[in-house]
Structure formats: C-alpha cells, structure tokens
T-cell receptor, first 118, second 113 residues
C-alpha cells in the first residue's frame, strides 16, 4: 500500500475566513494528486486534479479562485478554501496517484478533513 | 459521458454469507478497475485492483472483471459485521487522457450478525 496524510483532520472556522488543507504522500512521490469533496450520504465529487509544478485542472462548476490548489513538491499538495461560507462545509478528501512499475496505477486516499464553517 | 453505475443498496446479507457487489461502466476501452471500501465518516480505503479479465482473489475478497460485458464485481466471502460499509467501484477511463478515477455512487452493504 501507500500512506497519504491530511492536515488538519477537522477545522471549524468563521464565515469569510480562509482555510488551508495539506495533503502529503508519505512514502512515495506523487506527481498527481486529486481533491474531492463529499457531502453526507453522497458520493465523492472530484473538484480538481493537482499536478506538480503546473496549474491544477478544475472540474466543471468548481471555482478555481475560491479553491486554490498548490502542488509545489512531489509529496505535498495544498487546498485553500478562500472566504469560506457555510455551504462550503463538507468532507474534503485528497488522494495521491502512485504509479508502480508494471501494469496499473492506483490512487490512495488521505483520511479526509472535515470543514465546518459557522 | 463516462459513467460508472452501482446499485445504491442497501444490500443486506447474514453473517457468514457471500456478499456480491456489482458495477457496470460505460467505456469499453477502460483498463483499470478498483474497489474501495468507505466506512461512515471515513475516507475510502483501497481493497482491490484488477486489470485483466477473470478473477483476482485476495483473502476473503474476489474481484471479477468481464470487459466484454463491461462489468466488474466484488465478492466477499464469509461476510462479517465489520464488512458493513459503502463499497465504491472506480474505473480509469483511458481514452480521455483523464488521470482521475471515475467513481460510482457506491453500494451500502449491511452484514447482519
């Protein structure tokens, strides 16, 4: 397997503030990381694909100026929720793409960050 | 549009039985398939990956892939209450150049003690 960490695991903030979430691949290098959002009892929704050293690719309907993504190294991607509002409250999960030798590639998920905006 | 379809469930099985979870996908050219397990309030955890037609076994789990029929399934033998979770099927669609996996909406499994 592979280990992906996220920090913080839980955050409560006031409306209008910005929140930064970190995603790290601990035992492998990840040129690509993904950010998902999941609302209660709903499936994962891909927000953006984070590429090391280049701009992130955002899914349709996701505001790139509101959800800032930086992938500055092969082991770290950050998601900043700017000017957070209560409707941004959700479970944010990152995953890192590991490309082993041979067939296939796999995404490993971080433990998630639960964001509550008051 | 590339799609991954799963029955939302809940699928309820008694302890010790075989649970069978199914998934269909829309892109015939897909090559990589994954099953993830997600407990309530937690992030998904990889259970199995499968790339070739046929069966792949890992402990109590068996993944089955049939590319001609465009379905992939997961069998859980000797189901335990701790297997109760939502199981997500994920497919990598090859022809779009898209790196992200496409997830189904998940099937909720309930194993009754």
């Amino acid at each position: 397997g592979a280990v992906v960490s996220q920090h913080p695991s839980r955050v409560i903030c006031k409306s209008g503030t910005s929140v930064k979430i970190e995603c790290r691949s601990l035992d492998f290098q990840a040129t690509t990381m993904f950010w998902y959002r999941q609302f209660p009892k709903k499936s994962l929704m891909l927000m953006a694909t984070s590429n090391e050293g280049s701009k992130a690719t955002y899914e349709q309907g996701v505001e790139k100026d509101k959800f800032l993504i930086n992938h500055a190294s092969l082991t770290l991607s950050t998601l900043t929720v700017t000017s957070a509002h209560p409707e941004d409250s959700s479970f944010y999960i990152c995953s890192a793409r590991k490309t082993p030798s041979g067939a296939g590639e796999t995404q490993y998920f971080g433990p998630g960050t639960r964001l509550l905006v008051l | 549009q590339k799609e991954v379809e799963q029955n939302s469930g809940p699928l309820s099985v008694p302890e010790g039985a075989i649970a069978s979870l199914n998934c269909t996908y829309s892109d015939r050219g897909s090559q990589s398939f994954f099953w993830y397990r997600q407990y309530s309030g937690k992030s998904p955890e990889l259970i199995m990956s499968i790339y070739s037609n046929g069966d792949k076994e890992d402990g109590r789990f068996t993944a089955q892939l049939n590319k001609a029929s465009q379905y992939v399934s997961l069998l859980i033998r000797d189901s335990q209450p701790s297997d109760s979770a939502t199981y997500l099927c994920a497919v990598k669609f090859e022809d779009t150049g898209r790196r992200a996996l496409t997830f189904g909406s998940g099937t909720r499994l309930q194993v009754q003690p």
